[in-house]
Nanobody
């Protein structure tokens, strides 16, 4: 089974940086493609970034490309999202998710964390 727990969200000023972590307590983490999604109040959940099972491929939403970096450590069962040059419009609840595929589509993800709040003040 996969059990995902995010951490690292907090209040930060515009232009600042945060690193989100998502840890899996299961034993099959390396079998899953991992993704980060976010949902702002009143908006639909949107794709942020994805990384393949062995980390040889990554994919980003245009809105975060060049500012965010997804990475994973299969030895620690953890996926990360380094967020730089944060903007107020990055404010959202950030979710990590696991998929048998390497995908940007939420329906492809079988397991989701509970989310962590990121707030960027102007």
């Amino acid at each position: 089974q996969v059990h995902l727990v995010e951490s690292g969200g907090e209040l930060v000023q515009a232009g600042g940086s945060l690193r989100l972590s998502c840890a899996d307590s299961g034993r099959t983490f390396s079998s899953y493609g991992m993704g980060w999604f976010r949902q702002a109040p009143g908006k639909e959940r949107e794709f942020v970034a994805a990384i393949s099972q062995n980390a040889d491929s990554t994919y980003y939403a245009d809105s975060v490309k060049g500012r965010f970096t997804i990475s994973r450590d299969n030895g620690k069962n953890t996926v990360y999202l380094q967020m730089n040059s944060l903007k107020p419009e990055d404010t959202a609840v950030y979710y990590c998710a696991a998929s048998l595929y390497y995908s940007k589509h939420p329906p492809h993800y079988n397991y989701w964390g509970q989310g962590t709040q990121v707030t960027v003040s102007s």
